[in-house]
């Protein structure tokens, strides 16, 4: 049986969606755990139901604190602005495939395949929503916004992280 993580220990959800931010060449910042870590922590949470209980708490007010803020700021048509500079990412050629309207070369990142682009953090201009931003991931070689309407959604926010 896995040990109960202690009452203690910080639980905080640091974003949703997949960072592929962190995963560009030079990139500092928070890393990955590696694949017998995060087995282990699953393991661990999995096999206790106070572990799942404050991890759902965790997310369940992740969610309604955190996001709210993002709604209104959203319907009240909140301008953003840029976190720094656009970042190129070059995929490490994992897949050769079609990824909407061509054959490219990917990368995979937490299991999504992600093809050439340029990556741009924001964040709601005027405080609207304090510490979270959102990473863009546009691809030069696709239609912009799903034109036509089958195409995929171009470009697509594809993280959102908190301080």
Same mark, same amino acid.
């Given at each position: 049986? @896995?040990?109960?993580?202690?009452?203690?220990?910080?639980?905080?959800?640091?974003?949703?969606?997949?960072?592929?931010?962190?995963?560009? %060449?030079?990139?500092?910042?928070?890393? !990955?755990?590696?694949?017998?870590? @995060?087995?282990?922590?699953? %393991?661990?949470?999995?096999?206790?139901?106070?572990?799942?209980? /404050?991890?759902?708490?965790?997310?369940?007010?992740?969610?309604? $604190?955190?996001?709210? !803020?993002?709604?209104?700021?959203?319907?009240?048509? /909140?301008?953003?602005?840029?976190?720094?500079? $656009?970042?190129? =990412?070059? !995929?490490?050629?994992?897949? =050769?495939?079609?990824?909407?309207?061509?054959?490219?070369?990917?990368?995979?990142?937490?299991?999504?395949?992600?093809? +050439?682009?340029?990556?741009? %953090?924001?964040?709601?201009?005027?405080?609207? @929503?304090?510490?979270?931003?959102?990473? =863009?991931?546009?691809?030069?070689?696709?239609?912009? +916004?799903?034109?036509? /309407?089958?195409?995929?959604? +171009?470009?697509?926010?594809?993280?959102?992280? =908190?301080?």
């Amino acid at each position: 049986e @896995a040990p109960e993580i202690p009452p203690e220990t910080l639980l905080r959800l640091t974003g949703i969606g997949c960072d592929v931010l962190r995963a560009t %060449e030079g990139h500092t910042g928070s890393s !990955p755990l590696p694949a017998p870590a @995060a087995a282990a922590l699953a %393991e661990r949470v999995s096999s206790s139901p106070r572990a799942r209980r /404050r991890l759902a708490s965790v997310v369940s007010d992740t969610i309604f $604190q955190r996001l709210n !803020p993002v709604a209104r700021a959203v319907t009240s048509k /909140r301008r953003i602005e840029a976190c720094g500079a $656009q970042v190129h =990412f070059e !995929p490490r050629r994992d897949l =050769f495939a079609r990824e909407g309207t061509r054959d490219k070369w990917l990368q995979r990142v937490a299991g999504y395949y992600f093809a +050439n682009a340029t990556l741009q %953090e924001v964040r709601f201009a005027e405080c609207a @929503a304090p510490g979270v931003t959102f990473t =863009f991931y546009y691809d030069p070689d696709e239609p912009v +916004n799903g034109d036509p /309407r089958h195409a995929n959604i +171009n470009p697509e926010v594809v993280c959102c992280t =908190f301080e």
